[in-house]
T-cell receptor, first 113, second 108 residues
Framework: DSGVTQTPKHLITATGQRVTLRCSPRSGDLSVYWYQQSLDQGLQFLIQYYNGEERAKGNILERFSAQQFPDLHSELNLSSLELGDSALYFC????????????FGPGTRLTVL | GQNIDQPTEMTATEGAIVQINCTYQTSGFNGLFWYQQHAGEAPTFLSYNVLDGLEEKGRFSSFLSRSKGYSYLLLKELQMKDSASYLCAPYNFNKFYFGSGTKLNVKP
């Protein structure tokens, strides 16, 4: 158990819908990262937040947005969902400084029908 | 941009040694991570190399050559539970690039 929690574990929805994925980092970690992993694909970095502010952006679609709240939990919002958005979405957290080693949550499996 | 190259799949025998190679070209580089990921599970941290050379951690070792854009992960005394994907991840402050991973199959 990494200490990072993600809800829900599974989500099934229809095309065109909007969903929100939630992540709580490890106690004391200020950074939160979001990743997408499609079937048999590598991890695609989406976005990073540090202490409430966006710090880095990767291959995140305009239909996707995220935020980090004052209590440091983060939400990833996915809208106008398409079949291709079906994937595992991981959240990770780290203590900044040094190696920024990331600890991953168990993931949310999103299925778009 | 970034380009990370790892073998797609490897097979080795329980008790043996296996080396998983990774070559990378990234815009900016500060260090390189290796993660292990079992199917359907979250990646877990294995090692981080900043300087050239070999870092040893129990049965796992990781090597880095910054000038060559090359790293490898060495797994000794393979166990069945080592069957997983191994992800090479070059790191450039605030940006993480993960390779597609090498799926390692350990057979009895």
């Amino acid at each position: 158990d990494s200490g990072v929690t993600q809800t829900p574990k599974h989500l099934i929805t229809a095309t065109g819908q909007r969903v929100t994925l939630r992540c709580s980092p490890r106690s004391g970690d200020l950074s939160v990262y979001w990743y997408q992993q499609s079937l048999d694909q590598g991890l695609q970095f989406l976005i990073q937040y540090y202490n409430g502010e966006e710090r880095a952006k990767g291959n995140i679609l305009e239909r996707f947005s995220a935020q980090q709240f004052p209590d440091l939990h983060s939400e990833l919002n996915l809208s106008s969902l398409e079949l291709g958005d079906s994937a595992l979405y991981f959240c990770a957290s780290s203590v900044p400084g040094g190696a920024d080693t990331q600890y991953f949550g168990p993931g949310t499996r999103l299925t778009v029908l | 941009g970034q380009n990370i190259d790892q073998p797609t799949e490897m097979t080795a025998t329980e008790g043996a040694i296996v080396q998983i190679n990774c070559t990378y070209q990234t815009s900016g580089f500060n260090g390189l991570f290796w993660y292990q990921q079992h199917a359907g599970e979250a990646p877990t941290f294995l090692s981080y190399n900043v300087l050239d050379g070999l870092e040893e951690k129990g049965r796992f070792s990781s090597f880095l050559s910054r000038s060559k854009g090359y790293s490898y992960l060495l797994l000794k005394e393979l166990q069945m539970k080592d069957s997983a994907s191994y992800l090479c991840a070059p790191y450039n402050f605030n940006k993480f690039y993960f390779g597609s991973g090498t799926k390692l199959n350990v057979k009895p």
